[in-house]
């Protein structure tokens, strides 16, 4: 139970979420790493998808705001969903729950690149 307590501390960003999880799935699953990891490809191809998106959402509207704020609710969701996560989490859960998760990851790459455009355009 402690783990899951300290789960909102320990996830200031992405790699710590991506951490604690795989450890996750190693302690309560008895996974080896290469499972765990397997395990955590919803997130990043979540993580994928999104910043695809988001660039050409981006580049197509002009301002990073209307793409970086619900990316960022998304995240808030999803971090919370993950701490829910229980002995007996079925698969739908801990996939989902990744899935949602992993769609904040662009936004920091989203600053950098509109930065970028206004200091070179």
């Known amino acids: 139970m402690s783990y899951f307590?300290?789960?909102?501390?320990?996830?200031?960003?992405?790699?710590n979420k991506r951490l604690?999880?795989?450890?996750?799935?190693?302690?309560?699953?008895g996974d080896s790493a290469v499972e765990a990891g397997l395990k955590l490809l919803p997130l990043f191809i979540s993580c994928v998808i999104t910043s695809v998106a988001s660039g050409g959402l981006v580049t197509l509207i002009g301002?990073?705001?209307?793409?970086?704020?619900?990316?960022?609710?998304?995240?808030?969701?999803?971090?919370?969903?993950?701490?829910?996560?229980?002995?007996?989490?079925?698969?739908?859960?801990?996939?989902?729950?990744?899935?949602?998760?992993?769609?904040?990851?662009?936004?920091?790459?989203?600053?950098v690149l509109s930065l970028q455009r206004r200091k070179l355009g």
Not at 5 to 15: D, E, H
Not at 20 to 29: C, G, K, S
């Open 5 to 15: 307590l300290s789960l909102p501390i320990r996830q200031r960003g992405g790699a």
């Open 20 to 29: 604690t999880t795989a450890i996750y799935f190693q302690a309560i699953y």
């Open 63 to 111: 301002y990073y705001n209307p793409v970086v704020l619900p990316c960022m609710l998304l995240f808030a969701v999803g971090s919370g969903l993950i701490t829910t996560f229980g002995i007996d989490s079925p698969l739908r859960v801990w996939f989902g729950y990744q899935v949602v998760a992993g769609m904040y990851h662009p936004v920091p790459l989203i600053f």
